[in-house]
């Protein structure tokens, strides 16, 4: 014994316990250093030696818990022996008094050892983690976290888990840093995992209590909360929600009432913004909560007993087929019980609050689908038990929020459990970039179902079991499920919009196969009926629309036997739309010829009165002109979606066809000319007394002439209808004539065969001048253009000092109608790119639309009149995407079609909101650059011409007017002031958008095609800068375009690259240069125009002429630091000190010559007239002056920041040609340009 007991004390004695506190001093003594590498494995180091030794400790624990035993056993048995004094145990008491005596030395020396190894211990943490749990460093800090939570204690959980550590723990909850934050909860959890480890284990952990956490727990329970929110999902959101859960099944939180607090955990399983990690152990969380979930073991078991009482009352046969049932039947209602009591705290949830029905976020619902199939345990709720779930929508009825939260989980489980069994077959209709990114969601979801089965025990097992399953028979089962139960889901929820919008969605998922069953015939025939009934009759939102369109076409083009039955009633229901259309918009025409009194003969061009009357219901009842518009919006919605699923050629005649667009031109037309506002020129000898109410003036001899329908109250609720019916009227007609051109092209051998213009060698004489310009495709096109500019005509043009002129009705209205125009415009010009008029094809070149300058100078005109939204967006906390997309979406779809023949200003109006439009705005037209630079990157160089030109002329034909008076108001100053500053930020955001456009043409390295251009683009914007004209007006004094040097400036980066290119430049500068100096108006020279020229000088390396002379300066500046701004060479822009100059002899701005009528021009060149957008300058002859313009001093709407410029003002030749415009040579190289372009 005394040999055993020396064998145990020799580890104990070999420990050098001296060396390792010397050890521990040393590094110590590094913890302090400043760099933080250093200090880190310092920390490290020590907490690493600390983990050692209170292992060694835990090691001495133990033995002494052994030896202690052994001890107490020998007092015990010495004490017996003590009582029997007799000879005989004399010997054995000796024997025994030795070993007890030997035990209390070991004892005393593992007691000895152990206390100096945790003063050790105690002294190191002390000294590093006391110092450096707080330090700078958060990685330091987390790192010393972790080793006192996940380490030591779980090693010694006697001295370590305790209030007197776990504290620290609770405090670096609240660190700023997620890495410590993080840190600090793995500490928490790393108890309760080693805890539910004792089961497995019970030599490791034994004197583990978990309950040592509850105070710490309780404390900083709150924080624990705001956790499942932090800004880290990846991290801490994970964490915490799995530590929450941990408490929850440890009874920690029993005793907490806190409703609020309960509510922020379980709605993370709702949350958008968080992990699907964290939304499944959020669910998990809330369904540990749930008592219908915990009756599974009790009703199998009742059932159980129920089944082996009547086993001896039937055949086993019998009996097999009645617990079949019986089991099947008890599954399904213990499954509808468990999702109706889920969907029931889901609809409670949605609806907290003073919600309405119609807001509530049922989208949300998906992700309860989505982390149920996540679970192992609970996933056959929602991948295999359909008739549960149709059943518990039914049971559901009193509750009208959690039946729709039912019904969308069953839409979302069936789209889901299709994804995964049959991806292909989902997405066959649906566009393919949309369908990899749904791929990626769902791939995303599998991954995380497989880590979930793989980290779990009992539920794997049982889940792999159910895996086998083929995956082709599970989509037969819920094809199955669905195809007895829509046709009745379908009749119940037809007038609740929101759970039809679900329920529309499904059959697209039946499998093909089983709609050839022939027991499911009778349910295929109702559900296609249903479908026609509810699409012909009931009024709904565009989701179900969408649904149920895409569903006939998908039932009726399938390969399966009942495809023609499909088929026929979808022909029906066309024909039916068709013909309800062309009635109501033919009564209309009709009613409208009656009351204006025309010849009776233009009604035989209408439909006739036989077959109007044999598509009419048997109701001759006229419909109210309410009633009336509203249904023509309903079918022009139901054609529009209906055809851009199917080909309405195939189903209708020709002239039906062609009879309804025409119908549909003819109507719709007419309803927007009689909302058209007219502008008049009055004559000269009107009387001045005139009292028209329908007229406005604007100035002395034009007016705005507004109809009637809009001074009608009665009427305000229409025009939103029928501003939607426009936007329909205009799908439809683009789509239609979409689906002829394919018809055509089909049948066309060479436009099908896709023959180059190279192969033009091998077509005859005969086919090079056929004339297709009476073809169909070519009479449909020009029809879309007419009605396109129609709709552009309801422009409103702003009459000066009438700011409350048009109504909100009007406005709106003619914003919604312009759009749609515009978009409509773009798809039209990429449908038929002017690319094609060089195709060897005479189908190609006869419908290539050239000839767009009217869709041009009506999309620049709405957008000029709209683009001030999008220059708001930096103002918002939110920005508004969707303006983005209506107002530059269509232009960028337009430019990556024809790019290398679009419109250089059309272009360059569109990139100037490259910058100070929003990331949104930024973003797609940084997107834009780059493709089309591969495509042409010359026209891209011309581009950004025609953009900074454009924006200059902007800008400096808006510069604040100077005050008339001599001693102004304060309100005046203010204003002043104010126009000032607005003028300076429109300075700085042009040098931002130059450096843009200058960044946009490579990244270090420029293209090879652009070198040549670019010099030439220098050369222009210098020409450009020296230039004074002004088409139609006086002259600019000399230099007052020089500022423009400061945006070319961002250019002279790339010409540095080529030696030989800056001398060019330079002497461009100086001939420049001399002819200005030689003027002889140069003393009445803007000082700043000459400091921006200084300023260029010296960036293209020239020195500043010494011998200058020094024209007459003006006693305020425009912007006096424009020489030190323009010296810095950072693209991104600085701001520049500007301050409004005012002229001694003239109120006019400085840098207009004596005289000048710029103010007048501008306001006069505004026309409401749609006028082609022109692109060369040299129809610009003068002819367009203010004596001839109809609307002399009518301003823009809406643009009340500041005066807009000739350029975006109006669409006529005069006002918007781009003076001396770039071209580019065959070289391509620019041009150049005399003054007198």
Excluded at 1062 to 1080: A, Y
Excluded at 1118 to 1146: F, I, P
Aim: glycine share 2%; net charge negative; hydrophobic share 35%.
């Amino acid at each position: 014994n005394n040999d055993d007991n020396n064998a145990a004390a020799a580890p104990i004695n070999r420990f050098a316990i001296d060396m390792v506190r010397d050890t521990m001093t040393r590094l110590q003594e590094l913890i302090e250093v400043a760099q933080p590498d250093i200090r880190a494995a310092a920390v490290v180091a020590c907490l690493e030696m600390s983990l050692a030794v209170l292992a060694q400790t835990a090691t001495l624990q133990h033995k002494m818990d052994t030896t202690q035993r052994q001890y107490k056993a020998a007092m015990a048995a010495a004490s017996t022996n003590t009582t029997n004094k007799n000879k005989t145990n004399h010997h054995k008491n000796k024997t025994t008094n030795q070993k007890s005596d030997s035990l209390k030395t070991t004892l005393d020396s593992l007691t000895r050892s152990c206390e100096e190894l945790e003063e050790l211990v105690d002294a190191n943490f002390s000294a590093v983690f006391m110092n450096r749990y707080r330090d700078s460093n958060p990685h330091i800090r987390a790192t010393n976290i972790t080793a006192l939570g996940c380490h030591m204690c779980l090693i010694r959980p006697d001295l370590y888990l305790c209030d007197k550590y776990l504290k620290y723990i609770g405090w670096t909850l609240s660190d700023k840093s997620a890495v410590v934050r993080r840190a600090s909860i793995q500490a928490l959890t790393a108890p309760f995992t080693a805890a539910a480890a004792v089961s497995t284990n019970t030599t490791k952990h034994k004197h583990l209590n978990i309950r040592n956490l509850q105070n710490v727990i309780t404390k900083f329970l709150s924080r624990l909360a705001d956790c499942t929110i932090d800004v880290d999902v990846a991290g801490v959101q994970q964490d915490a929600m799995a530590l929450f859960l941990q408490l929850e099944r440890a009874s920690f939180l029993e005793e907490l009432d806190d409703d609020s607090l309960w509510e922020q955990i379980n709605n993370r399983a709702l949350a958008s913004d968080t992990s699907p990690i964290v939304r499944r152990d959020a669910l998990y969380f809330i369904i540990d909560q749930l008592e219908a979930f915990d009756d599974d073991t009790d009703e199998q078991h009742h059932h159980h007993h129920h089944d082996n009482d009547n086993n001896n009352k039937a055949s086993s046969k019998k009996w097999s087929k009645d617990k079949a049932a019986s089991l099947a039947q008890s599954s399904d209602k213990a499954a509808a019980k468990k999702l109706s009591t889920l969907a029931g705290w889901v609809s409670h949830t949605l609806t907290e609050g003073p919600i309405p029905v119609d807001k509530i976020r049922i989208e949300l619902t998906d992700y309860i689908v989505d982390s149920l199939r996540a679970m192992p345990e609970h996933a056959s709720l929602v991948t295999c038990q359909w008739s549960a779930m149709v059943r518990a929508i039914y049971e559901s009825e009193d509750d009208v929020v959690q039946q729709r939260v039912l019904v969308r989980m069953l839409a979302r489980a069936a789209q889901s459990e299709v994804g995964t069994v049959a991806a292909d077959f989902l997405h066959q209709d649906v566009d393919p970039e949309l369908a990899e990114l749904e791929e990626a969601d769902q791939k995303s979801l599998m991954e995380m179902v497989k880590d979930n089965t793989a980290t779990t025990t009992a539920a794997t097992s049982k889940s792999k079991k159910k895996a086998t399953k083929s995956t082709a028979n599970q989509h037969e089962i819920l094809s199955v499920a669905l195809l007895k139960a829509l046709p009745d889901l379908l009749i119940k929820f037809k007038t609740d919009p929101f759970l039809l919008t679900s329920v529309t969605a499904l059959p697209r998922l039946l499998k093909p196969t089983v709609l050839s069953l022939p027991n499911r015939k009778a349910d295929f025939v109702a559900l296609v009926q249903t479908l026609t009934e509810i699409y012909l009759h009931t009024e709904h939102n565009e989701a179900v629309l969408q649904n149920i369109s895409t569903a006939l076409c998908f039932l009726s083009g399938g390969n399966h036997v009942r495809a023609a039955d499909a088929q026929i009633q979808l022909v029906k229901l066309v024909t039916d739309l068709s013909q309800r259309l062309m009635t109501l918009l033919a009564d209309d025409d009709d009613d409208n010829e009656e009351e204006e009194e025309k010849e009776p003969e233009k009604k035989k061009g209408r439909m006739s009165k036989s077959k109007k009357n044999s598509s009419d219901d048997n109701d001759d009842t006229p419909l109210d002109p309410k009633d009336k518009e509203f249904a023509i919006a309903m079918c022009l919605r139901r054609l529009r979606i209906l055809s851009k699923r199917m080909n309405f050629g195939e189903i209708l005649d020709v002239d039906v066809m062609d009879k309804l667009r025409e119908v549909v031109l003819d109507g719709v037309s007419n309803r927007l000319e009689a909302r058209q506002v007219v502008v008049t020129e009055k004559k000269e000898d009107e009387s001045k007394d005139d009292d028209d109410d329908d007229s406005n003036e604007s100035s002395d001899n034009a007016a705005v002439v507004i109809p009637d329908i809009w001074k009608d109250e009665a009427n305000a609720n229409l025009h939103e209808a029928f501003a939607e019916s426009v936007k329909d009227s205009l799908d439809f007609l683009l789509v239609s004539l979409a689906w002829s051109f394919r018809e055509a092209e089909q049948k066309d051998p060479i436009a099908s065969a896709g023959v180059d213009e190279d192969d033009n060698d091998t077509m005859n004489t005969e086919e090079e001048n056929v004339d297709l310009t009476d073809h169909p495709i070519v009479q449909q096109r020009d029809q879309l253009v007419d009605f396109i500019c129609l709709c552009f005509e309801q422009y409103l043009p702003a009459v000066e000092d009438e700011e409350d002129l048009y109504t909100e009705e009007q406005v709106e209205f003619a914003s919604i109608v312009q759009t749609a125009a515009c978009q409509t415009a773009s798809d039209l010009r990429a449908l038929f790119p002017k690319d094609w008029a060089e195709a060897a094809s005479p189908l190609l070149r006869a419908c290539a639309l050239t000839d767009d300058k009217l869709l041009i100078g009506g999309c620049v005109r709405f957008f000029r009149s709209e683009e001030h939204s999008l220059r708001d967006v930096e103002d918002q906390e939110f920005e508004d995407t969707g303006k983005v997309c209506d107002l530059l979406l269509p232009f960028c779809r337009h430019f990556a079609a024809n790019w290398s023949k679009s419109n250089r200003r059309e272009a360059g109006f569109v990139l100037a909101h490259i910058v100070g439009s929003g990331q949104a705005s930024q973003q797609m037209l940084t997107a834009l650059s780059r493709m089309v630079k591969k495509m042409d990157p010359v026209h891209l160089l011309e581009t950004h011409m025609a953009c900074l030109v454009s924006s200059f002329d902007d800008w400096l034909n808006n510069e604040p007017e100077e005050l008339e008076s001599d001693r102004p108001t304060d309100e005046e100053m203010a204003a002043y002031d104010s126009a000032e500053k607005d003028h300076k930020e429109r300075f700085d955001l042009m040098i931002q958008q130059a450096g843009r456009l200058s960044q946009s043409l490579g990244v270090g390295k420029l293209d090879p095609q652009l070198q040549n251009p670019l010099l030439g683009f220098c050369r222009e914007g210098i020409r450009y800068a020296f230039s004074t004209e002004l088409p139609g007006e006086d002259p600019l004094l000399p230099g007052g375009r020089l500022t423009f040097l400061a945006l070319l400036s961002k250019y002279v980066t790339w010409i540095r690259r080529n030696k030989s290119f800056p001398d060019v430049v330079v002497h461009n500068v100086l001939e420049r240069e001399e002819d200005l100096r030689s003027d002889p108006d140069f003393e009445d020279s803007h000082e700043d125009d000459l400091a921006a020229l200084t300023a260029f000088r010296k960036t293209i390396g020239l020195k500043a002429d010494a011998g200058a002379t020094t024209p007459a300066k003006s006693p305020r500046s425009v912007y006096s630091q424009v020489s030190d701004a323009l010296s810095d060479e950072d693209d991104s822009g600085t701001s520049r000190a500007m301050a409004s100059s005012k002229n001694n002899n003239s109120n006019k701005p400085a840098r207009l010559s004596h005289g000048s009528s710029m103010g007048s021009s501008i306001r006069s060149g505004i026309t409401h007239t749609l006028s082609p957008l022109m692109e060369e300058d040299n129809h610009v002859d003068g002819s367009d002056d203010e004596e001839e313009s109809p609307l002399r001093g009518v301003k823009r709407r809406k643009l009340t920041k500041v005066r807009r410029s000739s350029v975006g003002s109006a669409m006529t030749m005069g006002s918007l040609d781009m003076a001396n415009n770039p071209t580019i040579e065959e070289e391509g190289s620019y041009a150049s340009s005399s003054s007198d372009e």
